[in-house]
């Protein structure tokens, strides 16, 4: 199972640490992905990492302010969120996937998705 833990209510332009605790099955089997959902919008693709951690992906509306990681050795994925924005407000959540690239589309992830955390960012 996956659980996601990390979030938090912070003002714009403040940073949060996601983490992603894999337990189960060993991290390294998938890639895994953060999603987020906002109340009334679709669950959208947020960052993903390889098996490897080789390679990643970001959603345009995220790119050089999040960074994804992974540590296989602890069974860890992490996202940092610097310069956080109230529309960075959701609830994010982790996945796995079965693939040996990443990609940010949901229809990937089919085995895996932790519980959510709440993010809330202030204006």
């Known amino acids: 199972q996956l659980q996601a833990y990390g979030g938090g209510s912070v003002q714009t332009g403040g940073s949060l640490r996601l983490s992603c605790a894999v337990s189960?099955?060993?991290?390294?089997?998938?890639?895994i992905g953060w999603f987020r959902q906002a109340p009334g919008k679709e669950r959208e693709g947020v960052s993903c990492i390889t098996r490897s951690g080789g390679t990643t992906n970001y959603a345009d509306f995220v790119k050089g302010r999040f960074t994804i990681s992974r540590d296989n050795a602890k069974n860890m994925v992490y996202m940092q969120m610097n310069a956080l924005e109230p529309e960075d407000t959701a609830v994010y959540y982790c996945?796995?996937?079965?693939?040996?690239?990443?990609?940010?589309?949901?229809?990937?992830?089919?085995?895996?998705w932790g519980q959510g955390t709440q993010v809330t960012v202030s204006s």
């Open positions: 189960g099955f060993t991290a390294d089997y998938f890639s």
């Open positions: 996945a796995t996937a079965p693939t040996l690239g990443c990609g940010l589309e949901r229809h990937y992830y089919v085995d895996y």
